[in-house]
Structure formats: C-alpha cells, structure tokens
C-alpha cells in the first residue's frame, strides 16, 4: 500500500474480527476439567477474564497452577481450540469495514496473540489478507500480555504508519494497556471476552459492534 498518512487501525483477531466465544469457552472448560474444575459460562467467563492468563485460572483455583499445570492446561486448550473454531466465522459485518477502511485510503494491521503460523492460514482462509499491511501473530509462549508485541508490531510499520494517528481495536482491557504503550489510543469491542464493566476500567471508549469501533477510531486518529 505504500507510505500512509492517514489513520491506521491495529485490529485484534480473536473475539474481534474472527467471533470464537464458542470455541475459547469450551476450550476453557476442557482445560479446566484437568484440574478437576466446574465448568464456566460465557457470562463467568467474559466477568474474570485477564491476562496474564494463569492469573485468570488464580481466580478460579485460589491458586496460581503450578507451572506443570499451566503446561497441561495450556496444551489442552490448544488442541481444543484447533479442533472447534472450524466452525466459527468473522463478526458480522467484519469483511465489510475491513474493505470500507482501504477503500477510504487508510492502513489496518492485525496483531494477535493466537501462535503466528495457527493465524495466518485462518486469516488467508477468509479472503481477506490483502486488507492488510502486516498480519502477526505470537511467536513465543502463550498467556502474556500484548504490549511487547504491539511495540513491535508498530516499529515494523514505522515507515507507513504513526503511532499517534494508530487504534488499536480489541475486546480485551489488555489491548488498551498494549495500545498506551506504544502511544497508540484504543477503543474496546463487548462482543468478544471481557465484560463491558471490566472494559470500561480500562480507561478508553467501549463500544459494543465493529462498526462502532470503526468510528470511533476515525474520530480518535482525525
């Protein structure tokens, strides 16, 4: 797409673009039954979910997993996942905005933290790829927060786009704290696996479709 000067969106993949609630809480619940516990709804899950992700199992157990059961919860949810977001899709209206966006002349990037070579055929599956500058997913282990990675991800789009005119949209308080450090703004999407109360202690506007989002992010990268 060349050099841009016009607003960039960072876009999160899962519970944002690609609509996984499904899969992410009964791979959840299949890694929590290795530890003997009670599954959790969608509802339960959306009120205590954080990263880094052992913390979100503490609140469950009372305890931190030690570290041979994150590994086994962890592997678990993995092979889950793989198994069941085949029959999962874009959010409603995703291709759309995500065309709309280039259209306008703007740039968009995703940045997740599905494992990269998982994210990429995904993302290629659904024809929509050449949407973007970059598509990167993680590269080292599961369950940490982004904010590394966003610096990264920017600096590798530092000759095409600027940080101060660059959202960061996502459905996790996570994506706001990795978006604050790499001076990026946000805006937070309910549809995926926080609840709108603990997203809107994040700190930046809260919104509860795509198209919201995409809005908002104009307004805050004008």
């Known amino acids: 797409m060349g050099k841009q000067s016009a607003a960039h969106i960072v876009w999160d993949w899962n519970g944002t673009l690609f609509h996984d609630n499904d899969a992410v809480v009964g791979a959840t619940n299949a890694a929590f039954a290795e530890l003997g516990l009670e599954p959790i709804t969608l509802e339960r899950y ?3 979910y954080c990263v880094p992700v ?4 503490e609140r469950l157990l009372g305890r931190l ?7 086994a919860m962890d592997q ?19 291709a759309e ?10 740039s968009q ?5 599905y494992g990269h070579a ?7 599956g659904f024809g929509i790829e050449a949407h973007f500058l970059r598509v990167d997913g993680r590269t080292g282990p599961s369950g940490g927060s982004k904010a590394e990675h966003m610096v990264r991800h920017l600096g590798a789009l530092s000759a095409a786009v600027d940080p101060a005119r660059t959202v960061v949209i996502g459905d996790a308080a996570d994506d706001a704290v990795a978006a604050r450090h790499a001076g990026a703004r946000a805006v937070l999407y309910t549809g995926g696996s926080h609840s709108r109360a603990s997203l809107e202690g ?11 989002a995409v809005a908002e992010a104009q307004r805050l990268a004008a």
């Open 46 to 48: 959306r009120a205590l």
């Open 65 to 71: 997993p030690t570290q041979a059961e994150w590994e």
């Open 118 to 124: 998982d994210l990429i055929p995904l993302v290629r």
């Open 202 to 212: 994040a700190g930046v506007p809260v919104v509860d479709t795509l198209a919201e």
């Open 109 to 113: 990037s995703i940045l997740s933290m």
């Open 97 to 106: 905005l995500l065309a709309g966006w280039v259209s306008a002349g703007r």
């Open 76 to 94: 678990v949810f993995h092979r889950y996942y793989a198994e069941h977001r085949v029959h999962c899709g874009l959010t409603e209206g995703a």
């Open 54 to 57: 052992p913390k979100f199992y």
